[in-house]
Each structure stands twice: as C-alpha cells, then as structure tokens.
C-alpha cells in the first residue's frame, strides 16, 4: 500500500513563526501537492512538484513555499506564520499519468496564535 | 479553465436506501475525473476514477460513478446505504494532460445516513 506520512498530526505555532510541514511518501511518485483544507472551501492546492527540485504553484501560493530536494520529500514552509493560515495541511502524491489518483497522507492541523 | 461543482452541501439519506452525490465538471478535452471520500480526522481515500468509454465506473465499498458526457456530470451513487457511509465526499478533475498538471476538487458533500 501507498504511504504518504506527514510529519505532525497538530502543531501550534505563534504568529511570525517559520513553520515546516514535511511529507514523505514511499512509493517513488513523480508528483507530490500540498493543499489546504478549510470548511465550505474544499481543498485548495498551494504548491505541487513533479519532479525533484521542481515546483509550481497552486491557487494560493502567497505565504507559502515549498523544497523538493528528493523524490520522496516535499516540504511546505510557511515563511512567517499568521492567523489566517490556520487550517488543515494535507500532502498528496501520485504518478505523473493524467488518470491517476492522488494518495493522501492524514493531515496537519496548524493552529497559528 | 477546468472547474467542478458540487451543487449539495448535504446529503441525507436513510440507511438501505439508494444515494446520490452530484458532480459537474468543466473541461476542455477529455476528462480524468475521481471521486474521493474523506472520514473524521483522515486524509483522503480514493474511490473511484472515471476511465473513458465506460458510462458506469465502480469502485470501492460498493459505490459507483455515472458519466454522462452530455450533461457534463459524474455523480456518484451507492444501491443501498450504510450507515458506515457518513462522511465527506469530493469530486475532483485533473486539469490537463502534462504531468505538470493541476487536481482540482470540488468543495465537498457531506454524506448523512441515518439508521
């Protein structure tokens, strides 16, 4: 089965913080997204990668960026936390084909006070 | 640009009875649609994917996915509810065809099935 571990299951950081969000996935996918999760929103993609040191950027990049150094890391990093970046964190990959499914790692909830 | 929709906040169903959650996509080209459950406190699981020629897809716990390209939909239904199904469904569209391409997901239904 499919792994995708994401380091924290809840953080709480203060506002101003540099925050890291890790997410590692075992199964040598190409592609790797961070999205966001916020009620009556859905989800809403920040930042993927497909392919080592490769990024691009989502719907809501601002506030955020992202490091894919190996294949099976890809970190999102909040430069100076605020408040409304409380939220649910959630880290995906798949294989580069157009019809396969994202795996899911079970989320970070970021509480920013 | 590529977009989905999910037009129901909330579904409620009773348990045995058939259940629908409605899906509509925007697409330029052929599209690569999923459906995706989420329960209390979990990433994402994977359902089910629409693969082209087949009206009906079936995927996992039973459900099932029905294309209708006039209509630009790809709702998902289920015969006969479980309780066990309560949860947050989304439907999602790969937007492209590079591997640099987005997911897009819809805003979500949340699924009540009541004993």
């Known amino acids: 089965d499919v792994k995708v571990t994401q380091s924290s299951r809840y953080l709480v950081k203060r506002t101003g913080e540099k925050v890291f969000l890790e997410c590692v996935q075992d199964?040598?996918?190409?592609?790797m997204f961070w999205y966001r999760q916020d009620p009556g929103l859905g989800l809403r993609l920040i930042y993927f990668?497909?392919?080592?040191?490769?990024?691009e950027k989502g719907d809501i990049p601002e506030g955020y960026s992202v490091s894919r150094e190996k294949k099976e890391r890809f970190s999102l990093i909040l430069e100076s936390a605020s408040t409304n970046q409380t939220s649910m964190y959630l880290c995906?990959?798949?294989?580069?084909?157009?019809?396969?499914?994202?795996?899911f790692g079970n989320g970070t909830r970021l509480t920013v006070t | 640009a590529q977009s989905v929709a999910q037009p129901e906040d909330q579904v409620n169903v009773a348990e045995g009875n058939p259940l629908t959650v409605k899906c509509t996509y925007s697409?330029?080209?052929?599209?690569?649609l999923f459906w995706y459950v989420q329960y209390p406190n979990r990433g994402l699981q994977f359902l089910l994917k629409?693969?082209?020629?087949?009206?009906l897809v079936k995927g996992s716990y039973g459900f099932e996915a029905e294309f209708n390209k006039s209509q630009t939909s790809f709702h998902l239904k289920k015969p006969s509810a479980l309780v066990s199904d309560s949860a947050l469904y989304f439907c999602?569209?790969?937007?492209?065809?590079?591997?640099?391409?987005?997911?897009?997901f819809g805003s979500g239904t949340r699924l009540s099935i009541r004993p």
């Open positions: 199964m040598d996918h190409e592609n």
């Open positions: 629409y693969i082209t020629g087949d009206n």
């Open positions: 999602a569209v790969r937007d492209g065809y590079s591997s640099a391409s987005k997911i897009i």
């Open positions: 990668s497909y392919d080592v040191k490769m990024k």
């Open positions: 697409v330029s080209g052929n599209p690569y």
């Open positions: 995906a990959s798949s294989f580069p084909q157009p019809n396969s499914p994202l795996h």
